[in-house]
């Protein structure tokens, strides 16, 4: 059973940094698709990044190419999202999640398992 626990979400002004992580207890975490989605209050659930089980393609939404960075580290079975230039709309409460032999999907159904989210806020 994958276990996703994500850390690293508090509180920046626009412009800050901040980095995510996602980490799984289990020894299969490298057969698993990782993705980062995003939820604002009041809002659905969002695809923010995704990265296949080696990490040799990465996909992201328009809205932050060029300012966020997915990577992943599967000999520490984490995967991180690195965010810059931080915008008061990315703030929303961010979950990692896991697609079994995935390709990456920006679509949450296609995922099987979800982190209990950590909460990014973005002061203007």
């Known amino acids: 059973q994958v276990q996703l626990v994500e850390s690293g979400g508090g509180l920046v002004q626009a412009g800050g940094s901040l980095r995510l992580s996602c980490a799984d207890s289990?020894?299969?975490?490298?057969?698993?698709?990782m993705g980062w989605f995003h939820q604002a209050p009041g809002t659905a659930r969002e695809f923010v990044a995704a990265i296949t089980w080696s990490g040799s393609n990465t996909y992201y939404t328009d809205s932050v190419k060029g300012r966020f960075t997915i990577a992943r580290d599967n000999a520490k079975n984490t995967v991180y999202l690195q965010m810059n230039s931080l915008k008061p709309e990315d703030t929303a409460v961010y979950y990692c999640?896991?697609?079994?032999w995935g390709a990456g999907s920006s679509r949450g159904e296609e995922y099987d398992y979800w982190g209990q989210g950590t909460q990014v806020t973005v002061s203007s």
């Open positions: 999640a896991a697609e079994r």
């Open positions: 289990t020894r299969t975490f490298s057969i698993y698709a």
